[in-house]
């Protein structure tokens, strides 16, 4: 028996929609390695005809005949048949087309940008193939898939041969909390927020990460096991998922991640510290990891206007990358001589802090449930994001970690807490520093929020100073 297929519901239901057409649908499918793509559509395909076709990974030796030869191979499979030995797309694509001319059928094309990726020509033919065979049969629905999402943005969805083609592009995102809980399965109940949120903050909301989790080891065992250990799946997943989505260019984008690790930094930053000119090079790249879903690129703005800036701020959003680049790499030749086995997470060098850090990235991808225990409307909201403010002769520099601005003229400053013990009376002043730097028009009110795991002390909630305090372990069973 399979693996339990957990969440997505909403892109469930818009692939479910696509059944009510009335002619065929060309869909693409987005987002980071691991984060469940074919598997959504493995689930979706569940009980129609559905044909699934992989890219191999490129390597040195890897030519067009051999990409071909696969997929003929895994066509003929498919079809019960000998491999083909076509040697044009074309000749493949058309034998494809013949099997699935009648009745419903889901082709999925996976990792296309590596199937693609030794001829010049591979689009306009597939393009081509969809026009004149594929989307004869008005029930057939042909989904392209892939972890490069920044080469499919710009030869698929950006292109104009395939201009009015896609019927629906999902971009598959890390599952929110309650998804996320339901990977602890029955014993979920039992175990702390703050235990899992320990999880979390390495695994983000990455499906395969969590199917690894063992419910009946503590947090830290899983990390260890999965991080720290020379055959757990973490161990070597960076150098997997850099060498499979960037290939021969693996190595810069590793340099700019690694930049990256310590906080959020400016555009001019990042070329400061890799040392290097500006050029339009650098980012591309880091629009590259972006759309790969491995960075974040937090704009602040004008809270007078409601008006973004053009300053803004690189971070890492996928919690692993930024874990293995703190910890995993810096332990890496103990890992492999296995003689971390006995060491505590807590002796790593500041651990605590680290978790902070890494909590915050999932608070802010779970922003939708924030605003919905404050009650906010989502259409209310003119901006919301982490805030910068640099200092000049008129204002004092100031960051927020997530700050909420709605029409009503009501700016929510949320501050974001990881800890083990409650949070003591001290944050209060914290806060009031931060709100008094906040350089925004006095008809605009500031209310402060505190986003925490394991409580606070009893002064904090007798102040009356935070108008809303978030226990973050609730958005599990939202």
Known sequence: MGITFIGRKKELHQLNLLLNKKSASLVTVTGRRRIGKSRLIEEFGMSHKIYIFSGMLPNEKTTLQSQLNEFGWQLGKALGQPAFKDNDWNDLFLRLAKQTRKGRVIILLDEISWMGSL?????????????????????LILVLCGSVSAWIEKNILSSSGFLGRISLSLKLEELPLFDCNNFWAESGDNISAYEKFKVLSVTGGIPKYLEEIQPNLSAEENIKN???????????????????????????????VQCLADGKYAYEDIYEKLNVEKSGVISEYLDELVKSGFLR??????????????????????????????????????????????????????????????????????????????????????????????????????????????????????EIKFSKYPIKVDIIAEMQEKIRRLKAPRHISRRAVLIHVNGVHEEVIESRFFSNIIDFGQLFYM
């Not at 591979?122 to 594929?134: I, P, Q, R, S, V």
């Not at 998922?241 to 260019?249: A, E």
């Not at 919905?372 to 970690?401: A, M, S, W």
């Open 119 to 139: 001829d010049p020509d591979f689009l306009g033919k597939l393009k081509n193939a969809w026009d004149l065979e594929f989307k004869k049969n008005p029930k």
């Open 226 to 256: 999965l991080c720290f250990n020379r055959s757990g799946l973490l161990f070597n997943e960076f150098e997997h998922i850099f060498s499979d989505i960037f290939g021969k260019r693996s190595e810069i984008y590793k340099r700019i």
């Open 297 to 414: 690129r937090d704009f602040t703005w004008d809270i007078k206007s409601g008006k973004a800036s053009k300053l803004s701020k690189y971070r890492i959003s996928d919690n692993y990358l930024r874990f293995y680049l703190k910890y995993i790499i810096l332990n890496k030749e103990k890992i492999e001589r296995d003689s971390f086995a006995n060491q505590s997470l807590a002796s790593l060098l500041g651990w605590e802090g680290a978790m902070g850090l890494q909590f915050e990235n999932l608070v802010l991808s779970n922003r939708q449930q924030i605003l919905q225990l404050l009650r906010i409307n989502p259409d209310d909201v003119i901006y919301d994001n982490p805030f910068f403010q640099h200092k000049t002769i008129r204002q004092e520099g100031c960051q927020i970690d997530y700050l909420i601005q709605t029409r009503f003229d009501t700016l929510y400053v949320c």
